[in-house]
Nanobody, 119 residues
Framework: AQLVESGGGLVQAGGSLRLSCVAS????????IGWFRQAPGKEREGLSC????????DYADSVKGRFTISRDNAKNTVYLQMDSLKPEDTAVYYC?????????????WGQGTQVTVSS
């Protein structure tokens, strides 16, 4: 199983980016998928997640109202739409999933995609 993020880049404050997380080896519809970020010198922060099957979503207070998580089952991809970006959103962004196989849990992280927001 593998997760691959893309869509990061350099954007001015107030701008938007859409990150993609493409999964292989498992179906995103069957597992909750989360987005995290880590800025230099800071701990990894959970931003948002989308649950399996019903697609319920949740957001950290720091991004609520600005970021939107969504899922395209046909493309086996989870997105993070980021609007009204701020310089403090600068970080490496990761997607994550925990899959279960024969009663054992496996953690999967993507390689990360850099988001830089200039003031």
């Amino acid at each position: 199983a593998q997760l691959v993020e893309s869509g990061g880049g350099l954007v001015q404050a107030g701008g938007s980016l859409r990150l993609s997380c493409v999964a292989s080896g498992f179906t995103v519809e069957k597992y909750p998928i989360g987005w995290f970020r880590q800025a230099p010198g800071k701990e990894r922060e959970g931003l948002s997640c989308i649950s399996s099957f019903d697609g319920a979503t949740d957001y950290a207070d720091s991004v609520k109202g600005r970021f939107t998580i969504s899922r395209d089952n046909a493309k086996n991809t989870v997105y993070l739409q980021m609007d009204s970006l701020k310089p403090e959103d600068t970080a490496v962004y990761y997607c994550h999933a925990t899959t279960v196989l024969v009663g054992r849990e496996y953690d999967h992280w993507g390689q990360g995609t850099q988001v830089t927001v200039s003031s």
